[in-house]
T-cell receptor, first 114, second 111 residues
């Protein structure tokens, strides 16, 4: 089954404790992206990757890091989480050219930073 | 002002009613996406369109490029249609593409 998986689905942590949210896709997609969703603000892009070893900042990259060492995986790293990073996070993947290719979203990770 | 605006923000209707959700955008886009987010949080892609009209079952999406406007219609609405509907535009910038999202329309269908 074609899918994007994220782990963990729920995470409660404390300020400053480094964490990683994993994202994996089995569709051989070149493009992967991380979004955060906050009430009233909609989905906002954090980082994206056009292919292996190619990553770039989205609209709200501060406080986050990513890596793309393999095509299928795109982990999101919070080196020193802060309460303003409490949010619902989505990973997505697609083939390039969004005019013709739909986005596949992971199930979401609800992160609470105390 | 957001580059992609949706209206209404919230919509409650009776089962069977015809539903329209609107999306307008202020930037050049190469395609418009309609997404559905169920209460559990998962997001699925409903439509991608760059012109004209598309139909899947009871859902119809239209886009008017000149007016920078798209609509999502649901015919014979059902309680299982209750969800948040999100429109997003594909923006191309120096060979890189990104999606820019509206804030969503929360639809509730009452039996």
């Amino acid at each position: 089954e074609a899918q994007v998986t994220q782990n963990p689905r729920y995470l409660i942590t404390v300020t400053g404790k480094k964490l990683t949210v994993t994202c994996s896709q089995n569709m051989n997609h070149e493009y992967m992206s991380w979004y955060r969703q906050d009430p009233g603000l909609g989905l906002r892009q954090i980082y994206y990757s056009m292919n292996v070893e190619v990553t770039d900042k989205g609209d709200v990259p501060e406080g986050y890091k990513v890596s793309r060492k393999e095509k299928r995986n795109f982990p999101l790293i919070l080196e020193s989480p802060s309460p303003n990073q409490t949010s619902l996070y989505f990973c997505a993947s697609s083939s390039p050219d969004f005019s013709y290719n739909e986005q596949f979203f992971g199930p979401g990770t609800r992160l609470t930073v105390l | 002002k957001n580059e992609v605006e949706q209206s209404p923000q919230n919509l409650t209707a009776q089962e069977g009613e015809f539903i329209t959700i609107n999306c307008s955008y202020s930037v050049g886009i190469s395609a418009l996406h309609w997404l559905q987010q169920h209460p559990g949080g998962g997001i699925v892609s409903l439509f991608m369109l760059s012109s004209g009209k598309k139909k899947h079952g009871r859902l119809i999406a239209t886009i008017n490029i000149q007016e920078k406007h798209s609509s999502l219609h649901i015919t014979a609405s059902h309680p299982r249609d209750s969800a948040v509907y999100i429109c997003a535009g594909t923006i191309s910038n120096f060979g890189n593409e990104k999606l820019t999202f509206g804030t969503g329309t929360r639809l509730t269908i009452i039996p």
